[in-house]
């Protein structure tokens, strides 16, 4: 089973830049891509980005495109997600997940395998 630990989060002035980390205990073939997902209060789990271990094809959705950057380090088995020109909608807590589908575009939460436990995502105006 793969275990993954997030960290990174807090509290941001809108404009600011945090970035997030999603270390995962063991890459195993039964994880070929890591995403990040997000969810604000009452509103439901939404895709923010994804990555392939293998190839690094990325995607993202389109309220982060331009702003946030999703990267690996395959070494460490670690994924980040750099959050710049933040926005007060961008507050939510950030999740990591991972899977063994490879799919060109957004993923949906039932396409991931694994989670993380969040980490929250503050950004005031």
């Known amino acids: 089973q793969v275990q993954l630990v997030e960290s990174g989060g807090g509290l941001v002035q809108a404009g600011g830049s945090l970035r997030l980390s999603c270390a995962a205990s063991?890459?195993?073939?039964?994880?070929?891509?890591m995403g990040w997902f997000r969810q604000a209060p009452e509103k439901e789990r939404e895709f923010v980005a994804v990555?392939?271990?293998?190839?690094?094809?990325?995607y993202y959705t389109d309220p982060v495109k331009g702003r946030f950057t999703i990267s690996r380090d395959n070494a460490k088995n670690t994924v980040y997600l750099q959050m710049n020109s933040l926005k007060p909608e961008d507050t939510a807590v950030y999740y990591c997940?991972?899977?063994?589908?490879?799919?060109?575009?957004?993923?949906?939460?039932?396409?991931?395998?694994?989670w993380g436990k969040g980490t929250p995502v503050t950004v005031s105006s």
């Open positions: 997940a991972s899977t063994v589908r490879v799919k060109a575009g957004m993923y949906r939460t039932d396409d991931m395998d694994y």
């Open positions: 990555i392939w271990w293998s190839g690094g094809n990325t």
């Open positions: 063991a890459r195993t073939f039964r994880t070929n891509a």
